[in-house]
């Protein structure tokens, strides 16, 4: 079975500076999808970032980014020039791809992110 | 608007009821999951159905049923077996082999 661990329950940045949330997995499977979600205070889960395992290339989305490094089976998020908006739980997830189609999910215990002022 | 709703956002019930949420997607996808969400704790599968008319057990299925007679549609019942049911519930949905789309949720309390 996947596991999925976030080894930061909470973390702060100022506004404008840059923070790394990590994530790490653990899997046997060579053909898979890594995701960041956030979840704001009003807790609907919204997609930050997807990066497909055959990828070398890390995946980019604005001011976040990756650092995807497959062969130690970490997964982190760099958030670039810190928003308050970005304050929220944010979630690293695996999903393992099969022949029939989608598949389930597997989520970390998440990261409190707090951007102060 | 294309999305997924779920209703009501807030739900109160008495032990040893049964509750069923409701999670409407209009966004043509094939698959659709029930996710619960405790406090600190990610979130854990319930069910999940991949087609109409079939379904399968998540990590965490016992004293919960569904149902998905239509592929816009996936009820879950929290039913008087499961034993801590006050928790967020998360219904999400996803085309073929891609990421996942949340509704709102529905916050059950049972006391």
């Known amino acids: 079975a996947q596991t999925v661990t976030q080894s930061q329950p909470e973390m702060s940045v100022q506004e404008a500076e840059t923070v790394t949330l990590s994530c790490t997995y653990d899997?046997?499977?060579?053909?898979?999808?890594l995701f960041w979600y956030k979840q704001p205070p009003s807790r609907q889960m919204i997609l930050v970032i997807r990066?497909?395992?055959?990828?070398?290339q890390n995946a980019t989305e604005n001011r976040f980014s990756v650092n995807f490094q497959k062969a130690a089976k970490s997964f982190s998020l760099k958030i670039s020039d810190s928003q308050l908006g970005d304050t929220a739980m944010y979630f690293c997830?695996?999903?393992?791809?099969?022949?029939?189609?989608?598949?389930?999910?597997?989520f970390g215990k998440g990261t409190k992110l707090t951007v102060n002022p | 608007d294309g999305g997924i709703t779920q209703s009501p956002k807030y739900l109160f019930r008495k032990e040893g009821q049964n509750v069923t949420l409701s999670c409407e997607q209009n966004?043509?996808?094939?698959?659709m999951y029930w996710y619960r969400q405790d406090p600190g704790q990610g979130l854990r599968l319930i069910y999940y159905?991949?087609?109409?008319?079939?379904?399968q057990k998540g990590d965490i299925a016992e004293g919960y049923s569904v149902s998905r007679e239509k592929k816009e549609s996936f009820p879950l019942t929290v039913t008087s077996a499961q034993k801590n049911p006050t928790a967020f519930y998360l219904c999400?949905?996803?085309?073929?082999?891609?990421?996942?789309?949340f509704g709102p949720g529905t916050r059950l309390t049972v006391t």
């Open positions: 159905s991949q087609i109409v008319n079939d379904f």
């Open positions: 966004l043509n996808h094939d698959a």
């Open positions: 990066q497909e395992a055959y990828k070398q």
């Open positions: 999400a949905s996803s085309p073929s082999r891609s990421e996942q789309y």
């Open positions: 899997t046997s499977e060579n053909n898979y999808y």
């Open positions: 997830a695996f999903m393992k791809l099969s022949q029939g189609g989608s598949e389930k999910l597997v």
